[in-house]
Nanobody, 121 residues
Framework: QVQLVESGGGLVQPGGSLRLSCAAS????????MRWYRQAPGKERELVAA???????NYTDSVKGRFTISRDNAKNTVYLQMNSLKPEDTAVYYC???????????????WGKGTLVTVSS
């Protein structure tokens, strides 16, 4: 069975940086898009950044110019580099993988358990 495991969250001061990682475990053949979502307290989950298997990216407007998504297909890992963090970036960040194909396994939509990012002085 394939799992997504996020890491890299924590407490950071405004203006600081964090790098999130999300690794997919298992004998994976292919993953289509990989995405980062976030959910702040009392708010709906929102898409933060996405990267297709071919490398095209898109970002929500509030993080453009500050966050960068990247992926290492050989390691089945996606990253989110977050710079110039603001208190409003505080949320649980979730990794998502679309159309995951592995040995004896297929998932249309796979989620990690999330990692908490807190931006506060």
């Amino acid at each position: 069975q394939v799992q997504l495991v996020e890491s890299g969250g924590g407490l950071v001061q405004p203006g600081g940086s964090l790098r999130l990682s999300c690794a997919a475990s298992g004998s994976i053949f292919r993953i289509n898009a990989m995405r980062w979502y976030r959910q702040a307290p009392g708010k709906e989950r929102e898409l933060v950044a996405a990267m297709s298997s071919s490398g095209s990216t898109n970002y929500t407007d509030s993080v453009k110019g500050r966050f960068t998504i990247s992926r290492d297909n050989a390691k089945n890992t996606v990253y989110l580099q977050m710079n110039s963090l603001k208190p409003e970036d505080t949320a649980v960040y979730y990794c998502n993988a679309a159309q995951v194909r592995a040995l004896g396994y297929y998932a249309m939509d796979l989620w990690g358990k999330g990692t908490l990012v807190t931006v506060s002085s």
